[in-house]
């Protein structure tokens, strides 16, 4: 309806704007007497020019309408652009301030740690796949300060061991999480220091969870119990967080223990990681 009356609104304004002025200079022309036609059409003349008046203000009214509904859109327009606007600036905000949290964290674990080089990435991608935990993150060789190299270890800004990096592009690198069932590392645990390793295990991967295996004669397990990186190779350094001991099980035939090990780096709120490019390696 407002389209039809914005193209053809004017041609009815005019035509009745028309029939009025015809009957003004009829009116004229003849000077105040009335000829025989409109005479006969006086009674009828009346009510038209009223009908052609209304409807001139009608078709105004109806202008008026469509200058005023066009100008609310243009400002409902406007405002749901601003208020898009000040959501945005409010998660980037929030990403500042989360941001700002990381770096301090990371500053009291480098403290610790003078001898580590960083690159602090963002996470792009998760894997898709049911088989592997794996994730991209947005630096490769090209874009990177440091080199990033295959197998270099990825951390959260708390020094806890999230993965290793298992291929590297120009703009992006893929990370292998500690939960993946392809994933080893050297493992230190207990107050005595009992070396094992840590390696990937598909069904405790569903369950996020990784074996502590591999141990030392006689090696005691304690549920809770903090497991380390042992820095056996030359990309993961020695003294990382991998997790903790949730429960101690036997294998088949009840000779051996193994530990059942949830990491500690929370892999489902992870959106920022730091890669370790350089350390000194411990003899």
């Known amino acids: 309806m407002k389209d039809y009356i914005k193209r053809y609104g004017l041609r009815v304004g005019l035509a009745a704007a028309a029939v009025v002025l015809l009957g003004v200079l009829a009116s004229t022309l003849l000077q105040g007497r009335a000829g025989l036609i409109a005479d006969a059409a006086g009674g009828v003349a009346g009510p038209v020019g009223r009908a052609a008046s209304s409807a001139i203000e009608w078709i105004e009214g109806i ?38 949290v990381r770096l301090r964290e990371l500053l009291g674990f480098a403290e610790q740690h003078t001898d580590f080089t960083y ?67 050297g493992a230190l645990v207990g107050e005595a220091g009992s070396v094992g390793m840590c390696v990937g295990d598909f069904s405790l991967m569903q369950q996020g969870l990784l074996k502590l295996t591999y141990l030392s004669e006689n090696a005691q397990l304690v549920e809770g119990e903090a497991v380390l990186t042992s ?53």
């Open 63 to 100: 202008y008026g309408y469509i200058y005023e509904y066009d100008q609310l859109e243009a400002e409902n327009a406007a405002l749901r652009a601003e208020l898009a606007e000040l959501r945005q600036t409010a998660i980037q905000s929030a990403e500042n301030a989360e941001e700002n």
């Open 119 to 185: 690159e602090p990435s963002k996470i792009t991608a998760w894997s898709s796949s049911n088989w592997a935990s794996t994730f991209t993150i947005s630096k490769g060789a090209d874009n990177a300060q440091q080199p990033i190299e295959v197998g270099d270890c990825v951390v959260t800004e708390y020094g806890a061991l999230v993965g290793q990096i298992i291929e590297v592009g120009s703009t992006w690198s893929t990370v292998r999480t500690v939960i993946d069932s392809s994933i080893d590392v």
């Open 231 to 283: 820095g056996k190779g030359t990309f993961i350094p020695q003294g990382l967080i991998i997790g903790y001991i949730r429960s101690v099980l036997s294998e088949a035939g009840g000779q051996t223990l193994y530990g059942v090990v949830e990491p500690a780096c929370d892999l489902g709120r992870l959106s920022q990681v730091f890669v370790i490019t350089d350390f000194d390696i411990r003899e």
